[in-house]
């Protein structure tokens, strides 16, 4: 195999490079394999990229001649766009407040959920299922099922049991803590499971070293569970950052009113005129932060976590 | 001894006294003062609107007045929905005549939608989430392309699909209509507006189980493929064997959200241009009802609470075929 | 203080019972090893201790103290688990520190004392490695050096010495020794290893089906075994038995081999009743060598021949071309002697043997309680006192 | 951020308003200069624009003071009593001014539908005109002496889709006439409401009855000029002649999934049409983007019978939909004084003329159209067409459910065009929803 | 035929050298045994049989076919791992026949072979348990029965018998012995377990830091070691050591106590090399019991003793007052002896010992490499052979 004889290279020099790889190929069957692989990727690369790209190719588009059609190239070219999206509207405020909302509901997910998934998780009690079921048909609802209570309490227009809070329509807590409520079902039921599967040996040693069993949970439940969480946290963060019933009406449409991103996109479009190449950039830089994030939490999803631990 | 010393310090400070309290707890009450904040969250936010909602939906809507309800009229509002007597809704929810044609009744739209696009995005998921967890030069960028549809606004994965479609400036639909797929107006079609929606929603939410079928993927002890594969465990072998049951909780997770997310379909609707007029769904039903000028609260209250109903039925049929408790098989 | 006292503990899983009721007394300081086969609940015992699995009734007492509702962190114990258990996120220093860092200790006597640890189990060039980068014994050395560096009252170690080879085992067996001079430390001790049991233990106690067969110092385990398991538990290879019954004139084998003369009176067991009797390998002799006083002959053939190294084990049988039958060392009609480096022996030979009375056991058939220990000038056990009583008089002397 | 001061009005408008309105003009038309005045830009779309409001009204926020409401959902409002009743407000002199001088279709649909009492104030008028390419039909033929004749009596919609097929046979380029016929509010409001007014049709039997009283009128789908309309309309597209009239086959079926956007790209942004129905903000668009010997013309839309020759008071002849702004006061407002001062002040001919100067709206008094757009660059030339257009305006039948209704109607008018349903089981479809509406309360 | 050879193997991890080069022959059919010092590369040996570890170099064959590149599954292997590994969602009947199962045995076949199996590791009543619910021991029955179901023509067992006690690990013992006679598997074995080593194995592979030491017969490797190391390895208790030089007329130790008179020239060294003696506790025998060839009586005093029950260690030290340092049991001037139950021995009492000389062991000092055993009539070790040659040749006796 690794020292081809004269005459079979000069087979293979007159079979060409195709066949040169098939016959390798034939011998050496992982090669098929990594190839084959190396499609699906290639594959899978350009059927989630290519949207975006076209995307790109809208953004970098003369913007009256969108409605040309836009091809793989622009139609025309005129990156000017991605400038033009600061000057029409302050979108770096919008980009902001969807970040803080983002952040602070992924934070108090994550947390909340995590105490509810230990318990669900990994200790045993009554009532379990239906309190997990209860859990689980909250999400059964469409938001707007929760809405109008919950808007009418946000501006203090009803009591909840006899308590009015302080008025969050329009600041960040009209948007954290609805979008808290809808989106912890998930995250419960995400850690609920990585937290399950995390073996009874290892928090048992950690007790033993002195934690209490909340603290076995963050020194070593979570750092064990960290593709769940990471992806619980992922899944939650761009749900929030890209949120846009309760982020809309939670709040007013101006950036100051903590009005969200989408509401910044949207705002390029008027009433009988669309400009698709200032909403296609302005989503391009809308992206960026959660590309980042993603990038940052992706290394914490890796395999091999609990190997070496345990011998059973 | 040391140790002792410092623990008995520990034993008066506040925070590590309620530390102490919370250890000595057994462990059913334990768990019941870890779900208490996201119960008191879940109470609060989620639990008491729906109750106020549900409490809407027992009356008669008022469209010509300064307040929003009638009097107390019981199911009513049920019955009227259900037996699509209630003229405010503009699509059948449930068409038994027959009449109507399939893609405009919203349960069977909404039910159609979320069979191929949850079966989609699972097999997709599954394809993804394979590559994602190789190990390659550039693995890491792999992932984030995957991922970055999901990262995309409704309204922006709106815009592009819609712009794709658009027989002016994009140029998919010329080829599926040259090859006789599409009609001209695949955008005002049901059917052809339908096909869209579904494979902008798979573009977009495969990532969603991509990741957790990816994460289930790398909890597993690596040991365990050793032991297979020392058995003679073929690589579709391993899959079946160790893979599948062993991702099994995460992907039931990521089925049973998907699933409710995709019978609450509304956004991309919307967004990609079809509108509720073309693929009409229950969420769009809802959506219309309450947030029209008309401001029909009480049959958008019933409808949302149908709408659960229905999702409830689905999903408990989910968890019954599947022979699942709701905590899978966590034990 | 730290004495460990176990009160009526039983513990059930589901409808599995593990541990069907047992009662310990560890003294303070004292090293206790807990034998008994796979299953028999050694590790549910040591965990109920740690607080890790509650009992289902019962109480656990560490120093004076209930703790049987205290979690693990509030009873000043260290532990080394069966399977290892190390945080696989953490490297070895942190694995070995982890105890340590929540207790806030200061950075250089936190490094002094890892170092320490870690020299003690021979790893000290290892702590940045990951758990995953280590071999078996390396990670079971790792999880000891995360129990001792904590310096507790209460050791627990369930066979921490399992995966490592005779020398570490030997010299971590004197570092544990040393540790347990130096803390006064409890330590309840989890082995397989007849040689750690019987060199380490100020007392051991052999577990059977979850309930307590003895607890005595480990010459006495050996040298008067309560009842019949601990006869054949204790002592690698194990105890010959011969099934028989008492005659007038003391006792006769089932297989007419084997017989012994005493006066049952003098044990007071009468003549008819059946039992068993226990001779340990190294007290069946060559009737060449046999010195002291024996039994009468036994014609038997050699069998298997084991060369040990240090000592050689002999297969006898009773009938000639018979085989032994290896999976029941315990069958009738065969016996295992255990002789020296040097004796000549050959497989299938005539070989007479005698037993040495002064080691023989005698176990009642059916309790499988001991009668008595040595024949020449029987001891009667006085079966009336319940094991736990017992142990706590016997092991007095030490 | 954070609550706004009381200091000052805010008016919420869009993003065309807050950028190109001079607020110098209020103070020009007397509002007291110690009043700030803030314009802010709200969603575009106007169903969002209408949630927005709904949200804002209904969690009592004090700003902004000034709604610029569509005429397409104001009545709802009205009726719910979400908004000043201005009536009770202001001097009955100033309202019976406002009343006669303004639009009387942009006046009905501020007014409470069962009192007739004004709760918004006009603020600009909107409709359709036909757009074409003069450079194009030159090309076949056509004089300015047709253009001329024209831009203030338009042909049939016989003679014009012959004329455009005609034209387009002969030109470079994809599309003849483009309008709007998407399934969306735009259909059932506008592009065949006027269409069918022409035809002497009407959704509720003419125009006393188009805002109400619900239940307590005619529906009228199912008469024989509404199919005759939507017949013409599918004929324009398949040639397939079921009208009654002569209509030549010239425009794409791709019309049957447009909205304005979609035209204009076409007409304007590609100049690949022949013509196009659209609204006025379309004329300044294509005079700035024509070029070379591409030439502008705009005329009232085509009629189908001849005004008189309808069943119903009105209708026939050149029908133009009416879309328009209004201008309402927020309840909760801490300054109602000066609110309501500044909302005066739009019924002035300084905002009005501020107004077309800046984001291009038109007054909402139709002698002010005449003379104000007369000097506009971009209306200028086409001041008289926009008067005539403007005086056969045609308003759709707002009432609070006319948003549900409007829904039925454009799902059937679209089924109708595209074939799906034959027009008169659309019609009868329809009528069946109209009346289930009608009949509510 | 499944022969096992490596070939010039090495395994580096990063930059950390794991197996520093190994040949290695093992025969159809062969038992062999792989014991070594913890973290020496035993594990990483296996796994490279098994193809779960690549060589960094160096090629594996098994039954004449070159399987380096070889999936394991296309091995014909089966093996229980170090860390068992059960699959945790499976129960043990799916555990065990999972092997089964991927080749779609029929049912009834595969339920009478589990049961099999589950007998053979006594585990028969528990086949619906999950792993999670079993003891240690337990599971690595489950481990080891999942290995043997399979009947595979290699068998890899890294330390299969670590958790369970001495009876069930007797009665595994003769398990594996009689599935490899039944079957004819070639078997690889790693264990810390000496007594199995000795008794089950064909020959005795030693490693030491990923180096082979010797390669040879169980009873080879004990009494003839090829090196210092592999002498000190093998035998529990440990062998003495004793430093010193050659002299004209034998062995002077450095301490003065334990010279040794024979003829130099007859093994082949000269007078001045330095040398360690080696002798085994077994061969420090009390003068008055003293038989055959044995060196001058060496004064000694008694320090601790450690009864065994079937022996006892006694520690000596060479001048009065010392004591042993248990720490390290080569320390100069100490000795181990081990002497039967029977002796009468005490603590702290003076006592004269000899060696037996038939049994001495001498090494280079700096080498380390064996220069005789036996220096009654001392044999050369020809150390010109290299060790696997070496033990080709004597391993051809077995
Ligand atoms: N993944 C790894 N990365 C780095 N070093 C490793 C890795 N795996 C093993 N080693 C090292 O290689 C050496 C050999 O390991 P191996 O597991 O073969 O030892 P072993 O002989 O089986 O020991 P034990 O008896 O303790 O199980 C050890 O020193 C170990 O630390
Ligand atoms: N979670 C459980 N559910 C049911 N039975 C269990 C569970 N844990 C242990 N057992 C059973 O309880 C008994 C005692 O187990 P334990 O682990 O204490 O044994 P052990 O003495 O430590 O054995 P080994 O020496 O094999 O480790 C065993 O028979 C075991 O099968
Ligand atoms: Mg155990
Ligand atoms: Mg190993």
Redesign the pocket.
Known sequence: MSQPTGTERSDDETRGPLSNWVDSAIKNPKKVYRAMFYVVVIFFLFTTLFPLYWLTMIALSNSNRVSEGVGLLPAGFDPSSFVEIFQQIPLHLYLFNSFVFATLTTIFVLIVASLAGYAFGRLEFRGKRTLLLTVLIISFFPPAAFFIPLFQLFTQQIAFLGLTPPELYSTPGGVVVPLSAIFMPLAIFILTTFYSQIPDGLEDAARIEGTTRLGALFRVIIPLSAPGVATAGILTFIAVYNEFFFSFLMTGTAAQDWAPIVDGIISYQSQFQVRYDLMAAASIVAVVPVAILVVVAQEKIVSGLTSGALKE | MATEQRQQQQGWNPVSRVLNWMEQLSEEAYAYLLLAPAFLVLFTIALWPLWRTFRVSLFADNLFGAAKTGEFVGLQNYIEVLTNQNPLLSRPLIDLTGGTPFFRQALLVTLAFAVISVVFETLIGFGQAYIMSKEYRGRRWVRVAIILPWAIPIVIQGMLFFLLFNPSVGFLSDPLQAIGLFGSNPLTSSTNAFVIVTVADIWKTSAFMALLILAGMQSIDKSLYDVAEVAGASPWQRFRHITLPLIFPALMVAMLFRTIDAMRIYGIIEASGAGCGTVPSLSCLVVDTMFGVTQAYASAATIAFITASIIALVIGGYLVVLKLSPEGSYQ | MATITLQDIRKK??S?V??EGINLDIRDGEFVTLV??????????I?MIAGLTKPTSGTVSIGERDVTALPPKDRGIAMVF?NIALFPHKNVYDNISFGLQLRNFDKAEMDRRVEDAANTVQLSGMLDRMPSEMSGGQRQRVAIARAIVREPDVFLM??PLANLDAELRVHMRTQLQRIHNKLDTTIVY?T?DQAQAMTMSDRIAV?ND?ELQQIDPPLVCYHEPANRFVAGFIGSPAMNFISGEITTDGFRSDSGHGDVEFDPAAIGVQAGQDVTLGVRPEHVIPVDEAVGDVTDTIETYTDVIEPMGDEIFVYLVTSKGETVDMEDPSASGQILMNVGPGTDVAENQELSVVFDKTNLHLFDAETEEALAHGLSEPVRVDTSVDTSADSEVSSDDD | YGASGSEGVEILGNQNLAQNMDVQAFYDAGVSENISIEITAGPEDTDARAEEFVTLLDAQQEKPDIMVMDNGWTIPFIVRESIVNLEAEMDSEFIDRVKSESFEMLVETGSHPDTGELWAIPFFPDFPTMHYRKDLFRDAGYTDSEFDRWSTDPPSWSEWSASVAEVHDSADVDYGYVWQADSYPGLSCCTFNELMSSYGGAYFGGLDTLFGPVGDRPVTVEEEPVIEALNVARDMVTGSSEASQDIAQCSPNVVFGWTEQETDGAFVGDTNAVAMRNWTYTIPLAEDQFEGGQELGVMPMPYGVPEGEAAYEGLGGTAAALGGWLVAANPNTTDLGSTLEVLRAFHSEEIQAAQLNGPGFLPHQPDLVESLAGEHPAFGDYSETLRIAGDNTVARPVTPVWSQQSQEAYQDINDALQGRKRPTEAMSDLEGAFIDLENIS
């Open positions: 899983y589901g599995d593990a541990i008994g086969p796979s299953g028999c609940g050694k590790s549910t015992t965990e069966q369930d066979e989890v397989h577990l979850g």
